[in-house]
């Protein structure tokens, strides 16, 4: 009160000599008499919300009352058209009424909130839905009804119940095999994202995608074929899940068609734009073709797309350094030298100086990104040394040897499901303070498992070169019987650095950088223990 009436008092700006001016008062906290709730007070809105209840149950009987009526005027233009006519033209589609349109709209938005979500639940949402869905012939109709399913399945307990409500998880399949409307297929792979990623639901899914001989033929022609870029996204985190859960749908779905619809895709959403959706979208289909590595046929199949995915790996290469998105991109990183790994084996040893000789940068990358790993591990390691390792102790050291997954980790600190279908959490959470050490000692013990799976992927890509320039030269390395180890290690260095040579045509800042990440990986690499390198000599 005393500030309010020293500002109440204070003179006015210039034009307005008679005026005083005052900031407003804040708004009194709202003071419920006793023996009532807040509910009691505002008996319409839902929980803590200011949305209508009755609102709400209005829009959800319009949305009935409408496709009852749609239904029904299809069924009559139906009986009234000639048998002749039926062939040659089917009745136009029923369009939504934009008010209509408007108000689902809303309540789409609204099924965001918890609260909202579980007071749709008590009016047996699901059920009403899943009958929409069925009924309707309209795409917009069936979208918004699928997306507030699926915002609905951000809350656990409710992706278990939509996830086991009869028929509702083969409607989805059906759907995505049947609809052309980039729309509803969106909604519903993240609709199948959100169930598969949950424990509670995800048997009955997995169980039901396998069973089906003709999704996979759906995936693949929706990855070759669609242009939107949600769909796409949608479809990236969905293939992800379903290969990272299950071997069996990884070993069903791999093929030739399967990789190179996975390229297409890739191709087709572009290395862009450098916000976190679209960061987590490209890391999930490197890690994808990762994935397909993994297996017999998916060798075979790389063997017949070794091009298309190399070439791929490249642009992404690119597009990481060119951004400065190596924090950010680590797990894609891991997979795209995983890859490049598996490429450079299975391709005929002559065939391997014809791939440096090509793409010569893809080597310089390999060196810049081997070179920082090294230097930061390194520097990692003497920080915690020497607050928490006594001298002379080994144990925690950054250079222990790492057991690479069959699988690469795709455990990103920030990834989650799309952020459209992260919803809150049902469950009591604790503290604020709480959660957050939680969760940023979850996120470094993410991001310090893929640092390592990243260090050990580029050291043995990079240990494979190294090899095969001394396959190639092993006859001229015969007569020089009196070489030494470091003579030949610099030796190595030189024949790379020279295969390299075309690439540094104007390309001086890029010739001095690779000089010197060599330089530094050598010394990084004599520093390491030598139980560490014992599997890289």
């Avoid at 494979?464 to 019987?481: G, K, P, R, V």
Wanted: charged share 20%; glycine share 4%; aromatic share 6%.
């Amino acid at each position: 009160v005393p500030m309010n009436s020293q500002i109440s008092n204070m003179a006015a700006p210039s034009g307005s000599d008679t005026e005083t001016f005052r900031n407003p008062s804040p708004p009194r906290s709202e003071i419920l008499p006793p023996g009532i709730s807040k509910s009691e007070l505002h008996p319409d809105t839902v929980g803590d919300t200011v949305f209508s209840k009755q609102w709400l149950f209005s829009t959800l009987m319009s949305l009935i009352q409408t496709v009852e009526e749609n239904e029904s005027e299809q069924k009559s233009q139906q009986s009234t058209t000639d048998k002749t006519d039926e062939e040659d033209e089917e009745p136009a589609q029923t369009q939504i009424d934009p008010d209509m349109e408007s108000k689902l709209c809303q309540m789409w938005d609204m099924s965001m909130e918890k609260d909202v979500s579980y007071f749709l639940h008590e009016f047996k949402v699901i059920e009403i839905l899943y009958g929409v869905i069925m009924k309707s012939k309209v795409d917009r109709v069936q979208e918004i009804s699928i997306g507030i399913l699926g915002n609905m399945s951000c809350q656990s307990d409710l992706c278990v119940e939509i996830s086991n409500y009869p028929g509702m998880i083969d409607l989805m399949i059906l759907l995505i095999r049947q609809v052309a409307d980039t729309g509803v297929l969106a909604e519903s792979t993240r609709l199948m994202t959100v169930g598969v990623a949950n424990p509670g639901c995800q048997d009955v899914w997995l169980t039901a995608v396998k069973d089906d001989e003709c999704l996979p033929s759906s995936i693949v022609f929706m990855l070759k074929s669609t242009t939107s870029n949600d769909l796409l996204r949608n479809l990236g985190d969905l293939i992800d899940n379903l290969f990272d859960i299950s071997d069996d749908i990884l070993a069903l779905w791999t093929s030739n068609d399967f990789i190179h619809a996975v390229c297409e895709a890739q191709t087709q959403y572009g290395f862009t734009g450098t916000e976190f959706e679209n960061i987590n979208t490209i890391n999930s289909f490197m890690h994808i073709l990762q994935m397909t590595s993994t297996i017999e046929q998916g060798l075979v199949a790389l063997v017949d797309c070794s091009d298309t995915v190399y070439l791929l790996v490249r642009r992404f290469l690119f597009w990481v350094w060119d951004h400065d998105l190596f924090s950010d991109c680590i797990a894609g990183l891991a997979s795209a030298f995983s890859l490049l790994h598996v490429i450079y084996n299975i391709v005929i040893t002559t065939r391997k100086f014809e791939l440096i000789k090509q793409e010569p940068g893809v080597v310089w990358y390999l060196c810049n990104t081997l070179k920082r790993i090294l230097t930061q591990n390194e520097s990692s390691q003497q920080s915690s040394t020497s607050v928490k390792t006594p001298a002379g102790s080994s144990e925690g050291s950054s250079g222990q040897s790492v057991t690479v997954a069959t699988k690469t980790e795709h455990s990103d600190p920030s990834e989650s499901l799309d952020e459209k279908s992260a919803g809150p959490s049902g469950d009591t959470a604790p503290s604020t303070a709480e959660t957050n050490d939680v969760q940023s000692e979850s996120a470094a013990n993410a991001n310090n498992d893929l640092f390592k799976i990243l260090e050990s992927e580029c050291l043995e890509f990079f240990t494979e070169i190294m090899s095969s320039l001394d396959e190639n030269e092993q006859a001229e390395q015969n007569d020089d019987t009196g070489s030494s180890d470091d003579v030949q290690q610099v030796s190595n260095v030189e024949k790379l650095f020279s295969l390299c040579e075309a690439y540094f045509v104007d390309r001086e800042a890029k010739r001095q950088t690779m000089v010197g990440d060599l330089c530094t990986i050598c010394q990084c690499m004599k520093r390491r223990p030598a139980a560490v390198n014992e599997s890289l000599e």
